[in-house]
C-alpha cells in the first residue's frame, strides 16, 4: 500500500534522552535492508541507532537517588566518550535502572543495543525496554516495538510490535502511530485494512509527522467513498477519545 523505510533517528536533551524517531516514509530516503524485500513493496528497513547519554565517577552514591545516579551517567555518556567513560555510564545507568528510574532503563537498554559500555546483548536491551515501557515509558514503549517489528537482537513477532506501537500510540507518540498504521496497511500480524491504517496515519499526520501525512493521502487514494467516510469518522472519534 505504501513504500516504506523504517528510519532511527538518534536525538537527546540534556535530561531526558529522546530515542529512536522510526518513520515509514512514503518514499524511501535511507538505506533499506533488513525488513523484507524492496523498498516499493513492503518494509524495507533499517539500521537502529538509539541514544543516550553516560555516567560519572566512583565514589559516594550510597545515599544517592536513582536521578543523581542518572543524571552521573548522562555526563559520561557523550559522544566519543572513551572506553572506561562508557562501561562507567553503563554502571550508573545500571544503578539507577534497578531503583526504578525509567529514563536510566531505556539507556541502558540502548547501550546493550549498539554493545556502548556494554557487551552487545540484544535480550538485555528487551529486558531494561520491557521494564521502562510496563511502567509506562513512552519512548521504552516505541523502541521495545521497534524491536519485535524488525526481529533486532530479539524474535520477530508482529503481535508484540502491535501491542507496544498502540501502547506508545495512545500516548501520543505520533512515529508509533504511523508504524501501527503502516502495519494495518501492510497487513503485518492483523488483517489488511485501509480503513485503519488511514485512522492511524491521519492522528500521526496531526501530531505533525510529515511521513505519515503523505501515507495517509497515499491510502486514502486507494479507499472507497464509503471506505473514507468510516474512516473519517473514527478518526474523530479517536481523537477525542486520545485527548489528542
Not at 216 to 243: N, V
Request: glycine share 8%; hydrophobic share 45%.
Amino acid at each position: 500500500m505504501v513504500k516504506s523505510v523504517i528510519r532511527l533517528l538518534n536525538s537527546h536533551t540534556c535530561l531526558i534522552p529522546v530515542l529512536v524517531a522510526l518513520a515509514f516514509p512514503a518514499a524511501a530516503d535511507i538505506d533499506v535492508s533488513s525488513l523484507g524485500p524492496s523498498a516499493k513493496s513492503a518494509p524495507t528497513a533499517p539500521a537502529t541507532k538509539p541514544a543516550v547519554v553516560g555516567a560519572v565517577a566512583p565514589g559516594q552514591g550510597a545515599a544517592e537517588s536513582a536521578e543523581d545516579m542518572y543524571r552521573k551517567g548522562l555526563k559520561l555518556d557523550r559522544p566519543n566518550a572513551t572506553r572506561s567513560d562508557l562501561a562507567a555510564a553503563a554502571n550508573w545507568y545500571r544503578k539507577a535502572a534497578e531503583k526504578g528510574n525509567t529514563d536510566a532503563q531505556v539507556n541502558l537498554a540502548v547501550m546493550y543495543a549498539e554493545g556502548r559500555g556494554v557487551e552487545l546483548n540484544g535480550l538485555n536491551a528487551a529486558r531494561w525496554y520491557r521494564k521502562a515501557a510496563e511502567a509506562g515509558n513512552v519512548i521504552a514503549q516505541y523502541n521495545l516495538a521497534v524491536m519485535y517489528h524488525l526481529g533486532q537482537g530479539i524474535s520477530k513477532s508482529y503481535d508484540d510490535a502491535i501491542d507496544w506501537y498502540e501502547k506508545a500510540a495512545r500516548q501520543g507518540n505520533a512515529n508509533a502511530m504511523n508504524n501501527l498504521a503502516f502495519m494495518y496497511g501492510m497487513g503485518e500480524g492483523v488483517v489488511q485494512s485501509n480503513v485503519d491504517a488511514y485512522v492511524w496515519f491521519a492522528l500521526a499526520a496531526s501530531r505533525g509527522n510529515a511521513d505519515a501525512a503523505e501515507n495517509r493521502d497515499l491510502a486514502a487514494s486507494e479507499m472507497t467513498p464509503e471506505e473514507r467516510r468510516k474512516a473519517r469518522e473514527r478518526f474523530t472519534q479517536l481523537e477525542q477519545q486520545l485527548g489528542l
